[in-house]
T-cell receptor, first 111, second 115 residues
Framework: RKEVEQDPGPFNVPEGATVAFNCTYS??????FFWYRQDCRKEPKLLMS???SGNEDGRFTAQLNRASQYISLLIRDSKLSDSATYLC????????????FGAGTQVVVTP | NAGVTQTPKFQVLKTGQSMTLQCAQD?????MSWYRQDPGMGLRLIHY???????DQGEVPNGYNVSRSTTEDFPLRLLSAAPSQTSVYFC??????????????FGPGTRLLVL
């Protein structure tokens, strides 16, 4: 079983709609959670950290559910520029900096 | 700041050849790492360094060597290239050793094809 699992998608979303997707992780001791965004043939870039109480950054909302070991990302009012692959990233609790990356969820926003 | 830079952007090698992928950062980050990204898989850690003179193995270190003689540079060496090393390689750096600051800044990547 992969340590971080994501639905690969693609999630096809009309412009202006809301899309949400989850990521599950296997290490219950993980402490740090992130969403990265990766555009086609580009490097990953941090989208947002995920905090225990949940957090928002503009149109993006991230949630953490420790009991069920998943994090989620919700995108409201989707823009064409939101089309990308979203990588779920979880730290290895026993070693700083050793991050576990999911394979990514592809989102395609259509006009 | 240029951030994290990588060279070359593309490379084609024949099986058995050796080469070095270059990575440099100008943000004075202590932590640097190398990942490979393959289709359908998440980024996998190859080697990492917590400071000049200190390196350690990641998840998939076989066939690769690294060194960290300066804070700025972290080259990755392929000793004898194999087709299984065809991948996209990303170098990343991070500023601190606190869990809340584990944000990694990635270079633009090197696309490697081994024939």
């Amino acid at each position: 079983r992969k340590e971080v699992e994501q639905d690969p998608g693609p999630f096809n979303v009309p412009e202006g709609a809301t899309v949400a997707f989850n990521c599950t992780y296997s290490n219950s001791a993980s402490q740090s959670f992130f969403w990265y965004r990766q555009d086609c043939r580009k490097e990953p870039k941090l989208l947002m950290s995920v905090y225990s109480s949940g957090n928002e950054d503009g149109r993006f909302t991230a949630q953490l559910n420790r009991a069920s070991q998943y994090i989620s990302l919700l995108i409201r009012d989707s823009k064409l520029s939101d089309s990308a692959t979203y990588l779920c990233v979880v730290n290895k609790a026993d070693s700083w900096g050793k991050l576990q990356f999911g394979a990514g969820t592809q989102v395609v926003v259509t006009p | 700041n240029a951030g994290v830079t990588q060279t070359p952007k593309f490379q084609v090698l024949k099986t058995g050849q050796s080469m070095t992928l270059q990575c440099a950062q100008d943000m004075n980050h202590e932590y640097m790492s190398w990942y490979r990204q393959d289709p359908g898989m998440g980024l996998r850690l190859i080697h990492y360094s917590v400071g000049a003179g200190i390196t350690d193995q990641g998840e998939v270190p076989n066939g690769y060597n690294v060194s960290r003689s300066t804070t700025e540079d972290f080259p990755l060496r392929l000793l004898s290239a194999a087709p299984s090393q065809t991948s996209v390689y990303f170098c990343a750096s991070s500023p601190a050793q606190e869990a809340s600051q584990e944000t990694q800044y990635f270079g633009p990547g090197t696309r490697l094809l081994v024939l």
